[in-house]
């Protein structure tokens, strides 16, 4: 399956949240933009994920309410949790990130 690359614009959600990976310590930045589709009054929120000297950039700069540009793929993240449920949901995996001034 071939990844098209786009770019989502909306403003951060909640505060975003920096951890990192257990192997390797390296940093991954997740949060929400709310986005809207144009024409409709319509608000969808996207899980935005940012890894590496990104994740840790975007972090310290972004904050919640701020207009950003992510650009990247999005992509199906599938897993069973603790309780042996399937869990699926959407996840956009940012490339590069900008914020509006």
Known sequence: ???KKEVIKGRVGKEIRLAYTSKHQTPVCRFEVATSIEGVDLTVWRKVVLVGKLAQNFKVRAKKGMRVFIEGVERLVKFVNE???????????????AIEV
């Not at 399937?86 to 590069?96: P, T």
């Open 1 to 3: 399956m071939e990844e």
């Open 83 to 97: 309780e042996g449920r399937d869990i699926e949901y959407l996840e956009f995996r940012g490339e590069s990130a």
